[in-house]
């Protein structure tokens, strides 16, 4: 199942030369960013910090955290796929996204992918639904960050007028306006009308129709559980933090980490890795000392590639024993 799931997800792709070249030069250059940053301090003073953090409640609190976040995650997929009119048992679905993780850690887009193709395969959705699925649910990604982002950065910029918050303000409420402005307009079922070439308005269509499947109240549920999602990081750093030695009080942390997670989530480096560190140095940089900021950035991408890793794998072994495929209903209340 896993394989056919990975072989699929590889074809989603334009073409394997230039999947495997994208993967190379992004790996390059999160390590690249991350080495650059990590000589910019001496290696006793790292040791120095490495030995004076509280290394082992860190990774008890990141575990219990990352469980917390598969389960949350799932809840979130689990409603949309309801929504959507299909029956569903939730440990389907995280066996499901535990088994992705793999995929998330060589590729976000195979990631995704590997969800898609994995409604598709095991659940028997079709393609087509289980691709309006997965695209609306990274599109409630996107929305919900920049949301929080927008929030935090308007925040920010009463106390600041610092241009990087300024420009991740503006990049923001474009980005919110414009996610809003294309749900309401791919909403109007009319709109395909306005198209004369075939291709667009099939495309404009089908939009339409996957959308016009989801309340407007339903969609609303999924974009504030995904905040949520969003938030529960905020309540994770304030935890972690001080074993670093960094104090950053709880209204700070709530405007800054929105904006790092806004930039980490940018399709320039897995997993954020480098890009992630560098948001992290930048953002708390008033709050604490570089060596603090950076050892607990990498400890924070480290521990959290590792325990879904761990997840992944272990997913394997029930990927093939979940239960009945995904069922059509009609809603009860019709």
Not at 47 to 59: D, G, N, T
Not at 147 to 173: D, H, P, R
Not at 304 to 311: A, N
């Amino acid at each position: 199942m896993l394989n056919r799931i990975i072989n699929s997800s590889s074809k989603l792709l334009d073409n394997k030369n230039i999947t495997i070249l994208s993967q190379v030069i992004s790996w390059t250059i999160g390590l690249i960013i991350a080495v650059f940053l990590f000589l910019q301090v001496d290696i006793n003073i790292i040791k120095e910090a490495f030995y004076k953090a509280y290394i082992i409640p860190f990774i008890i609190i990141i575990c219990s955290f990352v469980l917390f976040w598969l389960f949350f995650e799932t809840y979130n997929l689990y409603l949309l796929i309801k929504y959507y009119g299909y029956k569903t048992l939730y440990k389907d679905i995280l066996i499901l996204r535990s088994a992705t993780y793999l995929l998330m850690l060589i590729n976000y887009n195979l990631g995704i992918g590997g969800i898609l193709l994995g409604l598709s395969i095991k659940h028997k959705i079709n393609i087509a639904n289980s691709t309006s699925i997965v695209a609306l649910y990274s599109l409630t990604d996107i929305l919900s960050l920049s949301a929080l982002t927008l929030i935090s950065t308007a925040f920010i910029c009463c106390y600041t007028q610092k241009k990087v918050y300024i420009i991740l303000l503006i990049i923001s409420f474009l980005l919110v306006l414009l996610l809003l402005f294309l749900y309401f307009i791919f909403h109007n079922s009319k709109l395909s009308k306005q198209f004369k070439n075939r291709i667009a308005k099939k495309i404009i269509s089908f939009i339409s129709d996957e959308l016009s499947k989801l309340k407007k109240t339903d969609l609303l549920k999924i974009i504030l559980l995904r905040m949520t999602y969003f938030l529960t990081f905020i309540i994770f750093f304030h935890f972690t933090l001080p074993l670093f030695h960094i104090h950053i009080p709880f209204i700070w942390l709530a405007a800054l980490v929105p904006p790092i997670f806004f930039i980490g989530n940018l399709p320039i480096t897995p997993a954020g890795i480098g890009t992630i560190q560098a948001a992290m140095l930048f953002f708390f940089k008033s709050f604490g000392q570089y060596e603090d900021i950076l050892l607990f950035s990498i400890c924070y991408t480290t521990f959290l590639l590792l325990t879904r890793l761990l997840l992944g794998l272990f997913s394997i072994l029930f990927i093939d024993r979940s239960s009945q495929p995904l069922k059509k209903y009609v809603d009860q209340k019709n």
